[in-house]
C-alpha cells in the first residue's frame, strides 16, 4: 500500500521571483515558525495581522544591519498558498537585496526551499490535488496560449473533475455489486448483470474520449515538430521564414543553400509549432550537403508533421513520388510553392495529401497554410479546451490507459463467468489508478517526479 507523505513541520524561505533586475521580489516563508521568522527579521513590526500588508524594516537577525524596507503580509494557516503559516515579503528587485533579504530569513530559522516545495506542500495539505499542482508548473513554463488556457482549465479543476466523476461511478458499479452479492440465495439478482455491465462500458467510453485528446494534449508542451522538406530549390527556406514572420533562414537562387537544419518555435492562432528547415533532398557527392541530407532524414524520422514542399507547374517527379509515398498522409502537408510564379497544376500525386498552394513572395495561400497546419496538428483539439478537459501528460495518459483496461478487465471476467465478487477487483484496481492520478494517495517518488521540475520558490 503506497503511504502517503508526512507533512513536514519545518519552515522554508526562497526568493519567489527571477534572478535578475527587477522593481521588485518577493520572498515566501511558510511553515509553523513562519511567522516567528518574520518577528526575527522585522522586530519593530509589533502587532501582526493576517492578510494586512505592512511596511516593515528588514534587518538580519544577528548583525542588526537593515538590508531593505519591504511590504510584508501574513496569511495565517489554512488560508495560504500552501496551508501553512506563510508569510510573503516583497522588497527592492535586482540580484543582492533579495539574496541578503532571504540569508536573513535563513539566518533567522528558515531552511532554503527546494524546488517546486511551497506546491508541495500545498499538495500534501490538501490546497490542490496532483492535477491542479500540475497545472500550476505549466502556467509558469508554457509558452503557448494554448497550453495556457489548458492549464487555467486545469487549474479550475476541469480534469480533476471529470476524474472523480469517472471515480464516484467506478465506485458506484462496486456498490451495485455489493448489493447483488449480499442477495445471493435471490431467484432474480436484485440488480440485473446488464445494468452492471452497462455502466462499466459507460465508463470506458467516457475515458476512452479523454484519452482521444492526449496525443494533441502532449503536443501542447513541446509543440508539434513540423519539419520543411524537398528537393533543393524548392522554397523550402523562404517558406521557413515567412511561416515564422523573420527572415530566419539564408535565401539564394542555387540549390543546396541550406546545409544544416534550422530550428525555430512558432505560434499559429497559439498552438506551438516547432519548424525545422532542412538541406534539399537529393543525390550529392559535397560531402557537407550529404550530411546535412542526411540529419534532414533524421529529423523527417521524428517529425510530427511533414510540409514536402514541390514548385508548382509541373508534376511531382519520381523521386518526389517515392518520397511522398514513405509519408503517413495524416502527417503530411503537400506545398505546392512558388504559386506565384507558375500556374499550380492538377497532380496525381497531390490525390492522396492535403495540398495547399503557397507563395512565399506574396503571401498567397499562407493563410490556408496555417490553417491546415493547425488542423493536422491539433484538430482533435481545435478551439478546446472549452467543456472538455485535456490530456497533456503522458503521466495522464497512462493511469487512464491501466483504468479502462481494468475495467474492460472487469467485463470480461464477467463474460467468461468469473464470479463478480472476484471479476470486481478490477475495478478496484482501475479506481486506484484515477486515484493515483489526481494524487488522491501518491507514493514519495511520484511526488519527487512532479514536484522536481518546478522552480523554486512555487
Ligand atoms: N517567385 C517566387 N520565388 C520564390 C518563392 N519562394 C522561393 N523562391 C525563390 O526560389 C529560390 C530558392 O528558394 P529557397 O527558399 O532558398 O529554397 P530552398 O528549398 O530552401 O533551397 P535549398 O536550401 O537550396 O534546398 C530563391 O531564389 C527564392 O527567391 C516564391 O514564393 N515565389
Ligand atoms: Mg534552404
Redesign the pocket.
Known sequence: MPVPSPLPDDTIAAIATPQGRGAVALLRVSGPNALDVLRRVAPALGDVRPREQRLAALLHPQSGELLDRGLVTYFAAPASYTGDDTVEMATHGGVLTPQLVLDALLAAGARAAEPGEFTRRAYLNGKLDLLQAEAVADLIDGRSRALHRAAVHQMERGLSRRVSELRDALIGTEALIAYSIDFPEEDEPPVPPARIQASARDVIGRIQALLATAPEGELLREGALTVLA???????????NALLGTER??????????RDALEASASVDGYPFRLV?T??LRETTDRVEGMGIEVARRYLAGADLVLF?VVSGRPADDDERAFLAGIPPERLVLVR?????HPVDADAADAAAVTVA?????GAGMEALRRALLGKAFGGILGGPGEAPLVTRERHARALRTARDETGAFLDAMNDGVPMEFAATHLRAAVAALEDLVGAVSVDDVLDRVFGTFCVGK
Open positions: 524537398g528537393r533543393p530549390n524548392s522554397g523550402k527556406s523562404s517558406l521557413f533562414a539564408i535565401v539564394t537562387d542555387s540549390p543546396g543553400t541550406t528547415d538541406a534539399g514542399c510553392t512558388k504559386s506565384d510564379a503557397v507563395s512565399a513572395a506574396t
